[in-house]
């Protein structure tokens, strides 16, 4: 089974940036879709960024130009460089296999965007 780790969230103030990372271990990463979601509170979670195995990326329309998701996959890890962050970016990231989102979810890492 799939085990996920985030990491990199924080308080960042408008306009800011912050570096997610996701670490995975116990399957064949390079081998899967991976991507990054998030929950903002009373909120359903939402698919945010995609990566493919052979590196094709997509993005959710409210982040597109501002966040880059990418994978190193001999660290079995995903990032996600978020830049110019707006107060609608606060919420609890997640990252898992895209599309499918089939892994246990990690914990998530908090994200909170305010001046």
């Known amino acids: 089974q799939v085990q996920l780790v985030e990491s990199g969230g924080g308080l960042v103030q408008p306009g800011g940036s912050l570096r997610l990372s996701c670490a995975a271990s116990?399957?064949?990463?390079?081998?899967?879709?991976m991507g990054w979601y998030r929950q903002a509170p009373g909120k359903q979670r939402e698919s945010i960024a995609t990566?493919?195995?052979?590196?094709?990326?997509y993005y959710a329309d409210s982040v597109k130009g501002r966040f880059t998701i990418s994978r190193d996959n001999a660290k079995n890890t995903v990032y996600l460089q978020m830049n110019s962050l707006k107060p609608e970016d606060t919420a609890v990231y997640y990252c898992?296999?895209?599309?499918?989102?089939?892994?246990?979810w990690g914990q998530g890492t908090q994200v909170t965007v305010s001046s």
């Open positions: 116990g399957g064949i990463f390079s081998a899967y879709g």
């Open positions: 990566i493919l195995s052979g590196g094709s990326t």
């Open positions: 898992n296999r895209a599309p499918t989102a089939d892994f246990a």
